[in-house]
């Protein structure tokens, strides 16, 4: 029977996206792994890969258009044996398969996506985990089994340039006892001597694929699996306020339409502001010491092309401070509290579409010389779009620094789900007290960690702020 392809959800945070290019047409042949469009998310433009073999029979979305939900029909594949003129007849006059139908993807709890960890046992609502789709009936009935960004679409996502394995959204290859497989699963499977009621499909609604058998053809047997437990389900969203009109002065002016990102950036930090409880903890830091040593190191990395920059110690503060300090590298959830093991750094890099986080992991035991090349990789690939999802998803608590724009103080938002962000300002000479007693000059930053004070105690926010201050002060100790 025909397959729907639908937009996946290519983002933790992604709801809707824009199709902006077709790289398949009308009656082009596609086989699994290969590309089918290009789809701009709420983070970075990523290509969009299909998972079974077909002929494209129709494209139900135009190249170019926005705001396309999650969950809707973007095109249909007919599979061996069909005739693809015939599969689009059907769909364009809403036939047998329904196949032109979007459907509306169930809204999760818009607080608690994220996992900045992949054992991270927040499941509800997490930004980590794509959205499952709604649940479709066969011709008999009854729904199948499993479900997932991957199962929904026909297709899975896949970085730009990178193929993906597939693995993510795998759900079970049957249905009510039912095998849902391609032809030439089958015949593969037949050759191979496969048991295709043990493999678990990858593709639409569970089907089992090529890939599916020729990856089962090469594991040895394995016990039958325990069938999975279902999925809780999210907590739907407060339903949001309708927007109010706005009355635009009568001033010569231009319109710029909002990007994905933007809008994205707008309900996170709304949401953040409105539900996140913010406590605000300032600091002057001294960075004399950090600045004489950045110096001594950067001429011994010259031959090897490095330099580090003081944003980059300043990353490596911060990630020893938050191990020094447990208490504080937590995320909240609506029922525990979840402390991590190892602190990654998000660094905020602006870009023409707004801003985006990066994460630096394993931040508190890497060398400074490595999380200075990671960061200015990074960050030329978020100015660029290219992020890969696994580059900017997680991270256990944030840096923003605007010290390069002569910012002296600034609160910065949080990034729910973590739990705090250290904004940093310019470094400057200010009157210090010396340690001999005296006034001198000195080199002085002020830096600000906003908590969340359902997670953070303002005392245990103290403490972070001070081993913080430490570190930058006697630099040689986030080395030791």
Known sequence: MPIEIKMPALSPTMEEGTLAKWLVKEGDSVKS???????????????FEAVDEGVIASVAVAEGTDNVKVGTVIAILA?????????????????????????????????????????DPNAKGNEGEAPADPVEREDHGRPPVGGGAEAAGGGTAAPRAETSD???????GTTAGRIKASPLARRLA???????????????????????VEEAAKAPPAAEAKAAAPAPTADAAPASQAAK????????????KLSNVRKTIARRLTESKQQVPHI????????????????????????RGVKLSVNDLLVKALAVALVQVPKCNVMFTPTDLISFERADISVAVSTPTGLITPVVTHADTKALSQIATEVKELAGLA?????????YQGGTASISNMGMFGIKQFDAVINPPQAMILAVGAGEKRPYVLDDGTLGV????????????????GADGAELMRAFKTLVESPLGMLA
């Open 33 to 47: 792994g290969d590309i089918l469009a290009e789809i701009e998310t709420d983070k970075a433009t990523m290509e």
């Open 79 to 119: 599979e061996e044996g069909e005739d693809a003129a015939d599969v689009k007849a059907k769909s364009a006059s809403g036939g047998a398969s329904g196949a032109a139908k979007a459907e509306t993807p169930q809204p999760a709890d818009p607080m608690f996506k994220g996992r900045p960890d992949a054992t």
């Open 166 to 172: 597939g693995g993510a959204g795998r759900s079970a």
């Open 190 to 212: 037949a050759d191979s001597g496969v048991d295709l009621g043990g493999v678990k499909g990858s593709g639409p609604n569970g089907r089992v694929v090529r890939a599916d």
């Open 245 to 256: 009109p706005v009355a635009i002065p009568d001033i010569p002016h231009t319109v710029a």
């Open 280 to 303: 605000y903890l300032t600091v002057d830091v001294r960075l004399d010491a950090l600045l004489s040593l950045r110096g001594q190191l950067n001429r011994t990395l010259e031959a």
């Open 383 to 391: 100015r660029e779009n290219k992020l890969k999802p696994e580059q």
């Open 442 to 457: 000195a080199t002085v930053m002020s830096a600000t960690g906003s908590f969340d004070h359902r997670a953070v105690d």
